[in-house]
């Protein structure tokens, strides 16, 4: 989890801009995030040194000579690297501490140990135009795993890639709900789904890179003062800028509407974010999602529910939450993890998904469609996965509800899907 004083990738890009022109002797005016750091600024190997290690002191946090991360090590290997992709380098660094270099050919030894899988979703602005060109959206990652990783320069997000299946949604189990009925097959083809639920940090960055204003913001996030669930608000304005309430940077994005999370996944995909009301924009169908929640949840006696590998049930009666004290998982935690090595698709929380939600859609014909999604409106938009709040039991990926697309939910948040070239 990022630290209090995280830093905004903006922020950082002006301080490492100043730093780099401090280190090799130049006017400020001449490191700008823009500069490429060979062709523009000439840096050799013992000026990357140097850099590096001023850097690191500056920041309390360790640059790695030899990345393992994959998102860290395609930044690395950007061409041209410019100081807005060292920057970057550093926002992702945060949560690591600065090695002992008293011995550069030495061992490495940070203070703590890195998490498994770094927190990569991107603070700051985005600035493009729209539509995006499909190459200029996706970044090829290094894994072993044989399913293939993308991240989306949008946000920074982690994205794998599905592969087109035959699989079997719904359930005909007697503990089973009617509306999970019947157990059927489906035929989708290939897409990108969100490795994790969209943080607070992404969702900031969303807001500040794009025209939107007050009515949006109530159509997506804000809440009335009479509401009592102000209190749990992630997000602040300060001086016209979009930020997440300190200590919240990694959570993920909660009381947001349909629209909130349909706006963002227009944008985040290269499309007007502003048919955020009329398109049926990038949350995953739910034959996607369930699709990729395989594996995600095991069920456990009563007596071992302390072991489950997911966040649910943590929520107290009569405890008051504030922002930072909800009992949710950071986005990039490795809980509920699915056969994909997708996070928290079960549990921490619910999740919109695209369809119109109808208790009858599984016994309609159309629910057989290639690809299928219910696209007849119904009022209530689906939602997947279950939460802190409830019980374990709703974690099952093939259990179904809906919700009003303006509702918001302390444990409601989103992921979006997409696809490597634009849908004509």
């Known amino acids: 989890m990022l630290s209090p004083s995280c830093h905004d990738l903006s922020e950082l890009e002006r301080r490492v801009c100043q730093l780099v022109a401090h280190c090799l002797g130049i006017d400020r005016s001449e490191a700008r995030p823009e500069s490429r750091m ?11 040194v140097e850099v590096i290690m001023a850097l690191e002191e500056e920041f309390d946090i360790e640059i790695p000579d030899k990345p393992s991360d994959p998102v860290a090590k395609r930044l690395f290997t950007r061409n041209p690297f410019r100081l807005r992709d060292l920057a970057e380098v550093v926002y992702l660094q945060q949560q690591s501490h600065r090695p002992d270099r008293s011995n550069w050919q030495g061992d490495v030894r940070a203070k703590i140990t890195d998490p498994e899988i770094p927190f990569s979703q991107l603070s700051g602005r985005y ?10 959206l996706f970044e090829p990652l290094e ?10 320069l949008s946000d920074g997000m982690r994205c794998m890639l599905l592969p087109a299946a035959e699989v079997t949604i719904g359930s005909d189990e007697t503990f089973a709900q009617v509306d999970e009925s019947p157990a059927h097959s489906v035929q989708l083809e290939s897409f990108l789904i969100d490795a994790e639920p ?11 890179s794009t025209q939107s ?9 804000l809440l009335d003062n009479q509401d009592d669930r102000v209190a749990q608000l992630q997000l602040e304005l300060v ?7 300190i200590g919240t940077e990694t959570m993920p994005m909660v009381l947001v509407s349909w629209y909130g999370a349909n706006a963002y996944s227009l944008w985040v995909n290269g499309w007007d974010w502003r048919s955020y009301e009329t398109h049926e924009g990038f949350l995953p169908t739910e034959a996607q999602w369930e699709y990729a929640a395989q594996g995600a949840y095991v069920a456990l006696p009563p007596d071992e529910t302390a072991n489950a590998s997911f966040v649910a049930g943590q929520h107290q009666p009569g405890r008051l939450y504030n922002a930072r004290s909800m009992p949710m998982a950071p986005v990039h935690a490795p809980l509920g993890m699915s056969d994909f090595g997708l996070h928290h698709m079960a549990g921490n929380v619910w999740q919109w998904c695209r369809d119109w939600y109808a208790d009858d859609f599984y016994r309609r014909a ?13 009022g209530v938009r689906s939602e997947r996965g279950g939460s802190w709040v409830g019980p374990a039991e709703l974690c099952r990926p093939s259990y179904r509800r809906g919700r009003e697309p303006q509702a918001r939910g302390r444990c409601l948040g989103f992921r979006c899907v997409g696809n490597l070239t634009k849908p004509l």
């Open 198 to 208: 969209v943080s607070t940090t992404a969702f900031c960055r969303f807001l500040n």
């Open 127 to 136: 600035q493009t135009t729209f539509p995006v060109a499909d190459e200029n």
């Open 239 to 245: 001086e016209n800028v979009w930020r997440p309430v």
């Open 38 to 48: 060979i062709e523009d600024l000439h840096l050799d190997s013992l000026d990357m």
């Open 366 to 378: 159309s629910s057989r469609d290639l690809n299928p999604v219910n696209r007849t409106p119904s």
């Open 143 to 152: 894994c072993a795993a044989s399913i293939p990783i993308y991240r989306r």
């Open 213 to 221: 204003i007050t009515k949006h913001w109530r159509d997506w996030f």
